[in-house]
C-alpha cells in the first residue's frame, strides 16, 4: 500500500510482509503507482528483492526419562520438530553427526531414515517430515546410581533447498 501526504507529496510504502518473505533469494517483483498531483501524474514504482529468509524451528520440549530401584523398562518418545520456511521451500531434517540408514526402518509408527546413538538411548529421525523416535537403552539407564541425573544431547538441523540451515538441540 503506498501513503500520499497530499499536503507535501511525500509518501510512505507498506509492503505486505507475507508476499515480500515469500519471495526466494533473486526473485525480484516491482509495485507501480499512479500517482495524480494537481493536474499531473506521476509514478511511483518500488522494486522488491527476495532473499533466503531464515528457517524457523521451534525447539522441541525435552525428553524426560525417570528411573526408578526397580530394573525399568522405558516406553520410546516420539515427537516432530516443528519449522517453517517463508519461501515454502522443501525441508529437510537432519540429526548433526548422525548416520544414514540403509534402508528405512519403521519404529513406533515412524519410517525413520536417520540415527544417532547417544549414552542412554538413540534417537531416530525420518528427514523429510521432521518426526522422530528416542528409544532409550533400559541396561544404561538402570546402571545410573540413585539420585543420579543425566543428560543425551542431540543437535537437529533443518535445511531449505536454497541451503540455509539451521540447528536446533532436543
Same mark, same amino acid.
Given at each position: ?10 509518501? *510512505?510504502? !507498506? /509492503?505486505?510482509? #507475507?508476499? +515480500?518473505?515469500?519471495?526466494? @533469494?533473486?526473485? %525480484?517483483?516491482? $509495485?507501480?503507482? =499512479? ?18 529468509d531464515t ?14 530401584? *526397580?530394573? !525399568? /523398562?522405558?516406553? #520410546?518418545? +516420539?515427537?516432530?520438530?516443528? @519449522?517453517?520456511? %517463508?519461501?515454502? $521451500?522443501?525441508? =529437510? ?73 539451521v540447528t536446533?538441540?532436543?
Amino acid at each position: 500500500t503506498l501513503y500520499v501526504n497530499s499536503s507535501t507529496g511525500e509518501y *510512505a510504502y !507498506d /509492503a505486505d510482509e #507475507n508476499k +515480500v518473505n515469500a519471495l526466494k @533469494a533473486g526473485q %525480484a517483483r516491482t $509495485d507501480t503507482f =499512479t500517482v495524480t498531483a494537481g493536474t499531473g501524474q506521476n509514478t511511483v514504482t518500488i522494486n522488491l528483492s527476495g532473499v533466503d529468509d531464515t528457517t524457523l524451528v521451534s525447539v522441541p520440549p525435552a525428553i524426560v526419562i525417570n528411573d526408578t530401584p *526397580a530394573n !525399568d /523398562a522405558f516406553t #520410546n518418545r +516420539v515427537g516432530k520438530v516443528e @519449522a517453517n520456511d %517463508a519461501e515454502s $521451500d522443501v525441508l =529437510t531434517y537432519g540429526i548433526e553427526n548422525g548416520a544414514t540408514l540403509n534402508t528405512a526402518q519403521t519404529i513406533s509408527g515412524i519410517q525413520v531414515d536417520r540415527q544417532l546413538a547417544g549414552t542412554y538411548g538413540t534417537l531416530y529421525l525420518k528427514s523429510s517430515t521432521g518426526d522422530y523416535v528416542y528409544v532409550p537403552t533400559p541396561s544404561a539407564i538402570n546402571a545410573l546410581s540413585a539420585n543420579q541425573s543425566r543428560t543425551d544431547s542431540f543437535t537437529l538441523t533443518v535445511t531449505s533447498n536454497a541451503q540455509s540451515s539451521v540447528t536446533t538441540p532436543l
